[in-house]
Structures are given as C-alpha cells and as structure tokens.
C-alpha cells in the first residue's frame, strides 16, 4: 500500500532526517520527496510504500502525528487513492 | 506523483473547508423478521441488525484514518417497520422502537432509520398502528429516525394521511417538548420517497433493495462555496462550470470510500448520494454559496434560480463520478443546520413561502423548519400537502420536517444541538386551513404528458 505524507510547519534543522529515520525504523520505504521552506515555513510531501511495513498503517499513522507534536509540526499519512482520485481521471 | 499543489490543495478542502463523507449508511433488510410473536419479532430484529453492522463504526473509523478524510456519521436503514412488523399480532409498535435503539445503541452508530410506512395510496393495518405510535417512540428513544410517504406522482396524495400527519407532529412535539420538540426532527413526511437514501431522518432500505447494502451520503458546500470565490463577477457559464468541476472531486473520494467501506464489510455498493448537505458550522453552508452567486442575503429574489443552478451542477458532476448515484442527490437545505439560512429567517428575509419556492429546484423539501408551538395540526397538514403536490407534479422526492416547537413563538430559537443545530421559529399563515385537510380522501395522480 502506497500513502503520502505530509509535513507542515515551522523550519528547523534535522526534520526530513528525523521523519526518513522513524519511517526506516518501521520498514516503510520512501519513494519520492518533494520540500520547500516559504517564509520560514516548512512544507514537505513525501510518497512512502508499506509494503514490507509490519505495523498496521494506524499506528504508523498516530506515531507519526505524535511524533509531529513533539516536535510542533503537524505530520500525517494518508492513502495515496485519496489523492488519486480526487486530482486524476 | 501527485504535485504537492494538489495534495495541499485536498489538505485544505478536508481542514478548511469541511470537506467530509457525511454518512455511510448501512442498509438491512428485515423482512425476514416477520413473526406472529411480537416479542420474537423483536429479539429476531435486534439479533439481525447487531450482526450484520457489528463492524460498521469500526471499519469506517478505520478507512476515516487510513484516507485521512473525516466521515461524520455511521448509520443504519433498515426496512420499514410496518412491514417487519405486520405478521405481529400486536397493537402497540413502540417496542419495535426501542428495539432499533437498543440495536443502534449496542452498534455504535447515532441514527437507526426505518421506523416507518409508505402510505401514498392507502393504509394496512400495520401501517395505521406504525403511524400511531411514532409520538411515543419517538418520545422514548434516543436514536430512531422515521419517516411516512404520503404521495407519489403515480398515485396522488393520500390526503387522509396529510391529516393525520399533521396530528402526529404535533403530538410528537408535546411528547418531546421538555427538549424542543425534538422528536419532530427525527420525523418526515415524504413525497417520492427514495428506497437507498442514506440520510436522515428519511432513510429506510426499501424493499427492492438486497439482504443488505452500503449508501454514501458526501458533502462539501464549504469546498463549493470556496471554489466559487475564484469566480466573482464571472458569467454563470463558469459559476456551473465550477461548480461541477468540485462536485465531480467530491464525489470521486465519496466513491472511493463507499468501495471501500463495500469492500471491508463484505456488504454491497449501493448508490453515492450526491448532496449538498451543510452543517451548522461556520463555513459548512448552502446559502452562502448562493449569496456568493451575488445575492445580499438568501431568500431574497434570484434565490430560487441560484439554488437550481446549483443544485444541477451538482448532478452533473457529481454523476460522472461515481458508478450508482441515488438517494435524494441534491442541495439540501435544512434551515437549522445552516449558518447562512439561520441568519437569513432570523433577518426575516427567509420566509417559509419562499422556502417553499426553494424546494421545487432542489431536493429535498421544507427541512429542519421551527414553526410556532401553538400551529393548528391542520395548517401543519395543509403544509405538507402543498409540499407533497411539489413533488408529485415535479416527479421528484419532496418532504417535510417541522417542528412546532412547544411554547415558542415568532422570534424564538430553538436548539436542537448537534448536527441538528439551532432554528429560528419562522411564522405561518393565520388564516385556517382545517376544512380543506378535513375533506380526506385522495388527490388524484397528476397528468404526466402536456407539461407546461
């Protein structure tokens, strides 16, 4: 299963490391990174496979958003489909 | 990939705009609960229903965080209990209610619909002892949703049922006004009524429909609205156009998870009821897209033309998106679950005479309307009997949910919290309307060619 990720919030140092590092940790393979920082403001999209991921996707998905807390970002994953069919025909 | 424009883009519309599955409706059938013993009917309705939805909640809980996308409510439908019940030897069908209670209680979800009986042409029995005993079910339960259809364009309005109608809102209204008369905001009175909507109040599983089924209701006003704030002063040309291009996206994730939802519980895909359905939420509101098309309030003149705009584009793309569309698809404009209609009637612009004008453009009728406490039974029946001619000339479904609230008049406010939200009591004609309602019988089924 394919899902995006996304990341949002202010720019510090270490983030992508931080988020790649936990995903790594659970087998969960990032396909594709796109970020920017606009005024100081950190956004990032990320396509990550769980294929291999042992972890059911919603505790991924609430790791993940904890994770965010700790470190003041909003972070959350969701199914790529959403997108896909919301943007593609 | 997808660009990260269209992902936050969609991050916006669910955060923002309140972009939402508003229900996945879960719809069984209970025919073949039917016993002589009505006890045993019961325990077997209960049994049935706890079965079949014991993984509803969950399973959308799940697909809610596995999309990220919020779907509001889980609910069940279930075949009209004067049907079920029938074979009952019985006279009292208030248990039947607290039977769907318990059911919808111990399953999780908020609303049961299905206490209900179609009558457009005639009543059995069944159907007379179901229709007298929705005041008190209504009254002693907390989730049950009912709903008569009184008239059909095939066969006219059963005027009899107009008027006892009228009586039983009113007396669900006394039962239930130490809370606002809230009974009456689970009971409609419908025209047409639909076998696979998933909305309530009006929901039930019609019997030509499978053992069991799964309908999604979508929403999203907010998206429409925000969408359209790209196009000021632009022709309507490009007001349809974008209106469509929105429902076409919200209705492409409604699809997505009524498959998957179908998928998960092993349960059928039924239709995508493609409705504009707002919420009291700031933001979440019909009207304000028809004030965005250029009106200074909603109820003012140019309102009823704005709403058919909208309530076609809607169709139209949301129709290209999913595979079964049904329900009652269309712009719904319930006046206490609208911030933008609340503000209007409380202006006095919206009166119940141009919501009327509203409801021949739009699905699906005089929805969520605080009335005066002390409205005679049979300006209530006279309301509802013009509502039902709407939709039996039109072909299309039309219904009635008032509230005469008990004890308010004119100017008050009623709250009904919740999704429900809060409405102000709109005022009806003085003038009687009781020896038109008590002439009884039926009005004939209307002409279907020579349309002018």
Not at chain 2, 189 to 202: K, S, T
Not at chain 2, 404 to 426: E, H, M, N, Q, Y
Not at chain 2, 432 to 443: D, E, K, N
Request: include cysteine; aromatic fraction near 4%; proline fraction near 4%.
């Amino acid at each position: 299963m394919r899902a995006i990720v996304t990341v949002v919030g202010k720019d510090r140092v270490g983030i992508i490391a931080d988020v790649c590092t936990r995903l790594s940790g659970w087998n969960v393979n990032v396909l594709d990174i796109n970020q920017t920082v606009m005024q100081g403001n950190f956004a990032m999209t990320m396509l990550v496979d769980l294929e291999k991921c042992e972890m059911p996707f919603r505790e991924v998905s609430e790791q993940l958003r904890l994770r965010g807390e700790e470190m003041k970002l909003s972070i959350r994953m969701q199914r790529e489909d959403i997108f896909e069919a919301m943007h593609r025909v | 990939m997808i660009s990260r424009r269209e992902i936050f883009e969609t991050l916006e519309m669910i955060d923002q705009q309140h972009l939402d599955i508003r229900t996945v409706t879960m719809g069984i059938s209970l025919l073949d609960c039917a016993d002589p013993d009505p006890k045993a009917c019961c325990r077997k309705i209960y049994e049935k229903i706890t079965r079949m939805a014991k993984d509803l909640v969950r399973t959308g809980e799940d697909i809610e965080q596995e999309f990220g996308i919020p779907i509001v409510n889980k609910r069940i439908s279930v075949t009209p209990i004067a049907l079920a019940a029938a074979a009952s030897e019985t006279e009292d069908y208030v248990p039947f209610a607290r039977t769907l209670d318990r059911a919808a209680a111990e399953t999780g979800v908020n609303f049961i619909g299905g206490f209900s009986a179609l009558v457009h042409k005639g009543f059995t029995a069944a159907d007379r002892k179901l229709v007298n005993a929705i005041p008190q079910a209504l009254a002693e339960t907390e989730r049950v949703c009912s709903s008569v259809n009184v008239a059909s364009t095939k066969s006219g309005i059963n005027m009899d049922a107009v008027a006892l109608m009228g009586r039983i809102i009113r007396e669900t209204a006394r039962l239930t006004a130490d809370r606002g008369s809230l009974g009456c905001a689970k009971l409609v009175a419908f025209c047409n009524a639909v076998e696979d909507n998933p909305f309530m109040a009006g929901a039930f599983h019609g019997v030509g429909e499978p053992e069991s089924v799964i309908n999604v209701g979508i929403s999203g006003p907010g998206v429409v609205h925000h969408a359209l704030l790209e196009c000021k002063g632009a022709p309507f040309d490009l007001v349809a156009e974008t209106i469509k291009r929105t429902a076409f996206r919200v209705t492409r994730m409604g699809q997505l998870v009524a498959r998957e939802a179908s998928s998960r519980l092993g349960v059928p895909f039924g239709v995508v009821d493609l409705s504009l359905a707002p919420t009291p939420a700031i933001g979440d509101s019909v009207a304000d897209i028809l004030e965005e098309m250029g009106l200074e309030r909603v109820g003012t003149h140019g309102t009823t033309a704005a709403l058919a705009l909208l309530n076609d584009a809607v169709k139209k793309g949301g129709l290209m998106a999913a595979s079964h569309v049904g329900g009652l698809s269309g712009a719904f404009i319930p006046v206490s679950e609208d911030a933008g209609m609340i503000a209007s009637a409380e202006a006095g612009t919206l009166c119940l005479d141009k919501l009327e004008a509203m409801t021949c453009v739009c699905s699906v009728g005089l929805d969520m309307i605080a009335v005066p406490g002390d409205t005679p039974a049979e300006t209530l029946s006279a309301i509802l009997a013009d509502e039902a001619a709407i939709g039996m000339v039109n072909n299309k479904t039309t219904a009635a949910r008032l509230i005469p609230a008990v004890g308010k008049t004119v100017g008050d406010r009623v709250d009904f919290g919740g999704l429900l939200g809060s409405a102000p009591v709109i005022g009806v004609h003085p003038e009687s309307s009781a020896l038109f309602v008590s002439r009884g019988g039926r009005i004939p089924a209307p002409l279907q060619s020579l349309r002018n």
